[in-house]
């Protein structure tokens, strides 16, 4: 954590998450209980891949009744992690600790338009103040991963 402080990113706190997985492969869609009281849809297009990976989301929140009329439905997976968040300029540093799997480090840096290149360098530094080599993150998401029985300490 002494890297991360040093990169000047502020710490917002912590966060206790449960993602309950209604659709997965490059379109996922989950249902998150933030910290047992705020609801959201995430929608998200991804290529599972190893190494730095781009995606397209949507997060609409939710009132109680959506997400239990969500969660009716079939759930494929569900995740529960804690998550420690830092936030770097447009790069949200996420500290996770996934039940199950392990703890890893998630760099999401957040652009719109043709910010791309922008968000780019952005996150290239902030990965280089870190120590982190981005080639070497992880293929798949956590639903993935726990899906696939694969343990990371």
């Not at 710490?11 to 996922?28: A, I």
């Not at 609801?39 to 997060?59: C, D, H, M, P, W």
């Not at 998550?83 to 996934?98: C, E, G, S």
Request: glycine share 8%.
């Amino acid at each position: 954590m002494a890297l991360i402080k040093r990169s000047g990113a502020d710490y917002k706190g912590v966060l206790r998450q449960t993602d309950y997985y209604l659709e997965k492969g490059r379109r996922k869609v989950k249902v998150r209980v933030i910290n047992g009281k705020k609801f959201q849809l995430v929608s998200y297009l991804r290529v599972e891949k190893a190494g730095r990976k781009e995606s397209a989301y949507t997060i609409k929140e939710l009132t109680q009744a959506e997400k239990t009329a969500l969660l009716s439905k079939q759930v494929i997976c569900c995740v529960k992690k804690t998550r420690k968040l830092w936030i770097n300029k447009n790069t949200r540093i996420h500290l996770d600790r996934v039940d199950g799997l392990g703890n890893f480090l998630e760099l999401e840096t957040v652009v719109q338009g043709k910010a791309v290149k922008k968000g780019l360098n952005e996150f290239n530094k902030v990965a280089q103040l870190l120590g982190i080599k981005a080639k070497l993150g992880v293929a798949g998401s956590y639903s993935d991963l726990a899906e696939s029985g694969k343990v990371v300490f």
